[in-house]
């Protein structure tokens, strides 16, 4: 039990630090709210790694610490939606055996933009929110494929496979 404590604080940790870095290196300045998804490298290699409801959690503790210590409500909120969201989806496209990692990671990063403006949508009721949405999914798929190359080498590594 402690073991499994250890390795969920662990990635924790580990998703936070990665986090931290987009919140005080804008990579996209030009692009508001658009990050690179890089704490998706340790919940989608988690997902292979541990068990799913020890993933989730990691998730959730995460984007409840990060949006405690640097965010304010609202952006909690789309942060949880969009990360319940693309877990779902990630889960549910892992157990059907019929993607690759890049495009599980891809269909992730969607959903979690789609959580994030549903969510917004719904505080600020302007339908023209959604009109950020076809951006947001380009920029999702790309740094999805990408997260999910990098998540397939951790895994490879942390399984011993290479």
Not at 46 to 60: A, Q, T, W
Not at 64 to 85: D, E, H, K, R
Request: net charge positive.
């Amino acid at each position: 039990m402690s073991g499994r404590i250890a390795v969920m604080a662990m990635l924790t940790a580990l998703a936070m630090i990665f986090s931290y870095i987009e919140t005080v290196i804008p990579f996209f300045p030009a692009i508001p709210g658009f990050k690179l998804g890089l704490a998706n490298i340790v919940v989608l290699s988690g997902l292979y790694i541990i068990p799913p409801r020890d993933i989730f959690i990691v998730s959730m503790i995460r984007i409840i610490l990060m949006g405690i210590l640097f965010y304010n409500g609202a952006m909690l909120l789309y942060s949880l939606c969009g990360g319940v969201l693309s877990f779902v989806v990630m889960y549910c496209m892992k157990i059907c055996r019929a993607f690759t990692l890049p495009g599980i990671s891809a269909a992730g990063a969607v959903a979690h933009n789609i959580g994030q403006i549903i969510a917004a949508f719904l505080i600020i009721r302007n339908v023209s929110i959604f009109a950020y949405l076809p951006v947001l999914i380009i920029l999702g798929v790309i740094m999805g494929v990408i997260v999910g190359i990098i998540s397939m080498k951790v895994i490879r590594i942390w399984t011993n496979k290479e």
